[in-house]
């Protein structure tokens, strides 16, 4: 690997606030990358060495042993480190497929990682590309949120006889996508457009059909194609989503994690993040054994499974759900919204295990223990997900509302055309909704828009025999969106 130049000048490192609400500045020198390579030689020698003598690749075994590639150490990295395992050796088994309740579902597991500045995020992309393009798949990272780079596009060249035309496909039609610095992805509005085309190519392989129509390229030539790529979206800590996009099915696609690190941690999070991809390559002997283990998980091809003890997955489905309902409605209504979503993934995780396991032939036994396995790696990242998600809702039903047409425009005209200005709240939002089957969270959010109306003073509301009655104020007789809501805007 080329000498580095310079060296101090590389590791001048800016932290973020520490305990003494202090950015002190770090500066690595020679020495201490010396004492570095001192230390993963010792490793090498004897955790790594000790390692080795075992023979079986239990999923956990094989987490233990090839963490040194990642390089982050600590309690706080544990079931991070898990979920990247999971994702990585997934991706090379993703095509045999599972059905469940009818539908045919591949072994992706997409993660939504939020992480601060400086707690191992370099660590876990340079393992995962190293990792994928040492195998000869592709690895993308897209620099931009243009819908061409996510698609891809038709090149028309012009030739004597017609018209050659090219496809050249977008990173989605990688092997592996890590999208660094997620946020605006995930709340611009602006880029709702490449959201949409990452949904569709998270959704199950074969059922996901990507295509770009071009006005200068004829239909046949159009670009279509079935991603089969997994995605990691990395970011800063989201404080403010938006919540249809979080209940509507961009984050559900996703296992949402966090990491909350020591201030040590921090410090050594940055150091590895630094020396690992420095001048010595002292990791190349483990690194030759991960790729051949992955190299063997991408033989297996249409394996199928026997699971004779699916019934736990649904067990505890059903124990997360009484807790959600005691948190509040929004979160119920993520997990109902997410239920399937979340079995799949678990039963993911169960097969990933029972893979690694697994000796010869096309049949695949999920044990007990790989299914409870399973589900307490699940929990792990469960609990701060839930408390995430609630956080984020209760931001957005605090915040003050701005007029919105299709949602305070379309109930008020209801309420004036429909109800001649009076109306039972429960007969307003069942039109509202125009004959859907109205769930517990569409009822509150129909709610919150009649609350905004009388914080505006645009509407009265009493309750009669257990209802309330809506009936339109003065002020609204004369409504004029421009003049009466101009300082709610």
Known sequence: MKEKTNFEDNFQI???????????????????????IAEQRKIMD???????????????????KYSILIGLRGNSYTDITKLIFYSVLANQIKTNTFTMESKNIDLRLNLLMQLKAGHGKKNYEYFIRRTIEGL??????????????FVGKV?????????????????????????????????????EECLKYLRTALDPIGDNRIEKKQVNVPNEEM????????????????????????????????????????FEERLQARRESKFLT?????????????????????????????????????????????????????????????QFTIKQNIFKMAIVRAVLEHQTGDTVTIQSSHINAAIKDWHAIW????????QQLEIQSNKPRNWNEETHGVMIDILKLKFNGKAFAIDLINKFYAGKQVTQYMKTKAYRILTDFVVWGLIMKEKKDSKYIITLTEKE?????????SNIK
């Open 14 to 36: 800016d932290l973020d606030l520490n305990e003494n609400n202090e950015e002190p500045e770090i500066e690595y020198t020679r020495e201490d990358y010396n004492a570095w």
């Open 46 to 64: 004897e955790e790594f060495a000790e390692i080795e003598k075992v023979r079986t690749k239990t999923f956990d075994e094989i987490v233990k």
């Open 136 to 149: 000869g798949k592709l690895y993308y990272e897209p620099t931009s949120y243009h819908p061409e780079q």
């Open 155 to 191: 090149l028309v060249k012009e030739k004597k006889d017609g018209y050659e035309y090219q496809q050249v496909h977008g990173t989605l039609a990688g092997d592996y996508v890590v999208i660094d610095e997620a946020h605006a992805l995930l709340t611009m509005q602006k880029n």
């Open 223 to 262: 670009m279509v194609y079935y991603p089969n790529c997994t995605v990691i979206l990395l970011t800063q800590p989201i404080t403010n989503v938006n919540e249809e996009l979080l209940i509507r099915g961009s984050f559900r696609r996703f296992i949402i994690c966090f990491l909350q690190t020591t």
């Open 278 to 338: 420095l001048q010595q390559d002292i990791h190349n002997k483990v690194w030759i054994s991960w790729l051949d283990l992955n190299r063997q998980l991408m033989g297996y091809k249409n394996l199928k499974y026997i699971c004779p003890d699916f019934s736990k997955i649904d067990d505890y489905l059903d124990d997360i759900a009484k807790k959600s309902q005691s948190t509040n409605i929004e979160v119920l209504e993520f997990f109902n919204t997410s």
């Open 383 to 390: 609990a701060p997900q839930v408390r995430w998600i609630a």
């Open 477 to 485: 007789t004369t409504y004029n969106v421009s003049n009466i809501l």
